[in-house]
């Protein structure tokens, strides 16, 4: 393994530098009340909760960030620029309809910025001072939203002040770098940590989501005002990586919500409305409509997909102008919940998210996940199985869902189409774990525990923290926490399992080794993180020469045989060097 892996590390430098994210340049004509808490936000890890039991600061909940975040998508605009402009003018032309809180560019097919005015008003004041094109051979539609093409009338004679912005980054960093900065960390605990922060989504990347689904939302409200669209799954869970996509469900059940109890005297007055026979056609119906709205008319919307007959239909597209893969779904409040009780158990501990990402990005760079459907686990599914191994530590790093339950008032009461999905949601209510491990131990643990789980006859339960008898067959049983009778991870097939537990018991494996040889081990090959992200060493003849060495254990002489009997598949090795994977 080591040999191999030498090809690729020549080629890097000793000690990388840190991938510098660039940041916005100076807020000019900013609102004075909210630079503060702005400059205050960016410095907080990016795109992420506050975490740790260690900071004792009120955190919040996440109705609050999601408010929060929304209200500022609903002052923001997006903006098409020339490559080259003077941000100073930029921005000083668009102050003539109010104040900007906030800015930032980043390039997608083009150089985009993403403006957010203090006031929601100068966003229909700049709709207002805004033009349709006229297309020549082509006709427009008239569609007025929040995506604009800024035009210089002089295109061909640029001033001295326009020149290249500064962009913030989008995109992960590429596996040589990600590669490069592991090496270079301190400890396993250190790699761990770098791998969150370099993957996590950013504050620029969180505010460009919440801005993508207020943009869908504009579409959709022209069909049922007063709708809303949320984003869940990993772009608000606190587990999103940058480039995964964007889940989001158009609410509508807050539309007349309000209106609801005015009665007076003996009156009532109801919409008069259309029925369908079922929720579900209901539900294709309008996802129906809205994918029809976001292919004619939504700026940007591109390769739509209406996938109607799934189990939960959707549509899906890109939107090209924040580069996200969308997934809008409807009725999807369960997914809703589920995301805020991962953002819950994200935020109780900071070594949740460290080891999730990790897990993660492990489990990709050796194919266990996919971006495509199909047999193989899914990230939420790892996410759940690192949630159980922190609740059966000793003592547990976080609480099982029954005690999170207890914690809850009426207030946090929640029934969704008769399932109980209550639990506590302040955060600050719920007591942060005496537990000290490290992260190094947790990820050798969650190896060894999983390498040796009796998949075969127990169940993964969240919501009591612990193994229970499997209700049905199927090699993957991973109870899904609120509607529990049903397998969030039904689709996995015995062989991807297999896979799972052997790359698990191999990467344990891997890391005890380096316990033993570390004080003579050489840094500059790829250890600890790195070593478990280059592609598997089954196949791999250095594995087995080491192994040979040492006296074998039990577990190794079963890792020796699954080593025999898998496939030449599991190595992903080209012209002798190894790649780690870390897209999504
Ligand atoms: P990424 O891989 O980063 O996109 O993670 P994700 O958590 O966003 O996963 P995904 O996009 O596949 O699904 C979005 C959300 O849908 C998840 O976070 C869950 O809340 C929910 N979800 C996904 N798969 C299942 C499932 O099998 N059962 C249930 N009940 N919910 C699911
Ligand atoms: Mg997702």
Not at 194 to 208: A, C, G, R, S, V
Request: aromatic fraction near 8%.
């Amino acid at each position: 393994m080591a040999a191999r892996a030498v090809g690729l590390l020549a080629s890097l430098p000793l000690c990388a530098q840190r991938s510098q994210v660039l940041r916005p340049i100076h807020r000019l004509l900013s609102c004075p009340r909210t630079v503060a808490a702005e400059i205050k936000r960016e410095e907080q890890s990016s795109g992420s909760v506050e975490t740790g039991s260690e900071g004792r600061t009120p955190k919040k909940t996440f109705s609050e960030v999601q408010k929060e975040r929304r209200e500022q998508a609903q002052r923001t605009v997006l903006i098409h620029c020339p490559n080259k402009i003077s941000v100073k003018k930029f921005l000083k032309y668009l102050s003539q309809h109010g104040p900007i809180n906030n800015h930032f560019f980043y390039e997608s097919f083009g150089l985009y910025a993403v403006v957010e005015f203090c006031q929601k008003e100068s966003v229909t004041s700049l709709q207002n001072g805004t033009r349709t094109p006229s297309m020549g051979t082509e006709a427009a539609i008239p569609f007025r939203s929040r995506v604009f093409n800024l035009k210089t009338k002089n295109p061909s004679n640029p001033t001295s002040e326009q020149s290249r912005v500064q962009c913030s980054i989008h995109a992960p960093p590429s596996s040589k770098k990600l590669l490069e900065l592991l090496c270079c960390a301190e400890s396993i605990d250190d790699q761990l940590n770098t791998l969150l922060k370099e993957l996590q989504l950013t504050e620029e990347n969180t505010k460009l989501r919440y801005l993508t689904c207020s943009l869908i939302e504009d579409i959709a409200a022209a069909y049922f005002l007063d709708c809303t669209v949320r984003p869940f799954g990993s772009s608000v869970n606190s587990f999103g990586k940058l480039g995964c996509d964007l889940d989001m469900f158009l609410d509508l059940d807050e539309i007349g919500k309000f209106s609801a109890n005015k009665t007076s005297g003996n009156f009532l007055m109801e919409f008069q409305v259309k029925n369908v026979p079922s929720e579900r056609m209901a539900t294709q119906k309008i996802l129906s409509v809205i994918g029809e709205c976001l292919d004619h008319f939504g700026p940007g919307c591109v390769g739509v997909q209406k996938i109607l007959n799934a189990r939960c239909p959707l549509v899906r597209f890109s939107h090209q102008a924040s580069g996200f893969q969308c997934d809008l779904t409807t009725n999807n409040r369960i997914a809703l919940k589920s995301s805020e009780l991962l953002y819950i158990y994200g935020a109780l501990d900071s070594r949740v998210r460290a080891l999730v990402f990790s897990i993660r990005c492990w489990a990709r760079a050796h194919s266990l996940t996919s971006s495509i459907p199909g047999s193989w686990i899914t990230n939420f599914s790892l996410t759940m199985m690192v949630i159980f191994f922190l609740q059966r530590r000793s003592p547990p790093i976080l609480p099982t869902l029954d005690s999170l339950k207890t914690l809850a008032d009426a207030e946090d009461k929640c029934v969704i189409e008769g399932h109980n999905c209550t639990f506590v949601r302040d955060l600050n209510k719920i007591k942060p774990s005496g537990n000290t491990e490290t992260l190094e131990l947790l990820l050798k643990e969650f190896f060894e525990y999983f390498g040796n789980f009796a998949f075969n006859k127990n169940s993964i339960n969240i919501r009591q923290g612990r193994e229970q008898n499997k209700p049905e067959s199927s090699p993957l049983h991973i109870q899904n926490p609120f509607e529990t009778s049903l397998n969030i991870s039904k689709n996995v097939s015995q062989s991807q399992l297999q896979k799972f537990v052997e790359l698990a018991r191999e990467s344990a494996w891997i890391l005890n080794q380096e316990d033993k040889d570390r004080p003579s081990s050489s840094r500059s090959q790829p250890w600890g993180l790195a070593a478990l992200l280059l592609p598997s060493v089954v196949n791999s003849a250095s594995l087995a020469k080491r192994v040979r060495k040492k006296p074998a254990s039990e577990r190794i002489k079963s890792l020796l045989e699954s080593i025999k009997s898998s496939g030449p598949e599991n190595a992903t090795c080209t012209n002798g060097k190894r790649t780690v994977s870390t897209q999504a």
